[in-house]
């Protein structure tokens, strides 16, 4: 069940945006196992991503109605009202991960 905007008052959508903001992706690519502790916020989630599903069926239950939400905002450009619920997190989450530099300095047995 999509929500349709038209059909939403202003209480229920202020609901809808902070359930949205307080959500995580559960499982898969941008889950907890990958991003600990708890995933990524479903609002940082790539619009590619969003799109895979939207494509193949998003999951069953409360957590594919708030992705095809999201889908359905980032879709229509309205990202940007994302921002407020971003900056109670502190920012966007970064999905890049630092990677770990390692310098070695042995030398090598075909460098003598």
Do not use: C, H
């Amino acid at each position: 069940m999509v929500v349709e905007f038209t059909d939403i008052d202003r209480d229920d959508l202020r609901n809808l945006m902070e359930e949205i903001g307080k959500a995580n992706m559960a499982f898969g690519k941008y889950g907890p196992d990958e991003y600990p502790p708890r995933g990524v916020p479903i609002i940082d989630l790539p619009s590619e991503y969003l799109a895979w599903f939207a494509e193949r069926g998003f999951p069953k239950g409360r957590l594919g109605e708030l992705l095809a939400t999201v889908f359905e905002i980032k879709q229509s450009g309205a990202d940007a009202v994302f921002q407020p619920l971003r900056e109670r997190k502190g920012g966007r989450f970064r999905l890049a991960r630092k990677r770990g530099r390692v310098i070695d300095f042995e030398e090598r047995e075909d460098e003598r």
